[in-house]
């Protein structure tokens, strides 16, 4: 994708007056300057994971269009600039076929993400004699292993991941019969709401979404180690009951599927920066080992390497919103 011409850029600012050069990227909103190659050297603030996240992102679509030539040599991150140009340009060309890799022409880089698709950029090679290369590609910054991500994906609390006799069993609905009230006897301002209301909300993100909710976030803090006591006992006996239910089929599809042809293009910001590659080995249905902990499931591949675990967790605060599986990899 073009950007505008730096020399152009830094010409007109200079008219005006001395600033620093900025660039344009055309799919990020507005201008940034050149020390945001920053971002692939620090961490940010929590808050800002997602707007940082973002612009890594946009550098990563369109840095291969740059012509590095055209920033200032006095300019000081322009090293850092070039520097990361070629070695995403050389993980990129690792994930393809050795026979071809000599001969790729042009690397085209569109951003995808988002929910409609379980991967960050379709990267399409033009190579020569031969058709169209695609790869998909998962962006992951500050790891240089799948092992050392939280996870790849998340399921929500559903019917399809624990059932017995062809009977989904949810965690929530667990937790809403055997420990809400014990949890509740903890805050006399609290009072019960009707378990359909209660089931119909549980999943969603948005305390607002009703009133019951909103009290239980904003009186969190009353009782809270008894409170959390409850909330890990509850996930305990869960698991200890249902892990020999676990929808086996359901998790192969769910994990399977979205990883079969992706690359995890990671990035570890320790030294000058290195990006690595790998791939979610496919969960074996029918040669497979299940354990469990107090709050996970650990699925073991018997004949190919893999181990997949199932945390559950309640991603909105303890107790209030969202139970869901979060699972991880590790070799």
Known sequence: MALENFKDIEN?????EKKPLKIVFLDFIGPFETSNILKFKTRGKKAENDSDNKLRESIL??????NLDDIPDDDEYKKDWIDLKTKWKDILISIIPEKFRNK?????????????????????????????????????FNCKELKDLPQFIQLPDSSD?????????LYSEFYFDKYLEDYLKLDKRLDIIEKSEYLKHIKKVDRSCHPFFEKLYKNYENNKKAKEDIINKSIKDFIEKYNENLNIDYLFDKINEPQKDKYYIMFSNHGSGIFCVDKIPLLDKDNHMITYTKNTIVIDNVKSKGRYKLLLRWKNRLGVLNPAWQISYSP
């Open 12 to 16: 007109a600012l200079n008219e005006v």
């Open 61 to 66: 679509e369109q840095i291969l269009d740059l």
């Open 104 to 140: 790729v022409q042009e690397i085209n880089i569109k951003q995808k993400g988002g929910r409609t698709h379980n991967y960050d950029f379709l990267v399409e090679y033009d190579v020569e004699e031969c058709k169209k290369i695609l790869r998909k590609v998962e962006f992951k």
């Open 161 to 169: 991941i624990i059932r017995v006799k062809n009977k989904g069993v």
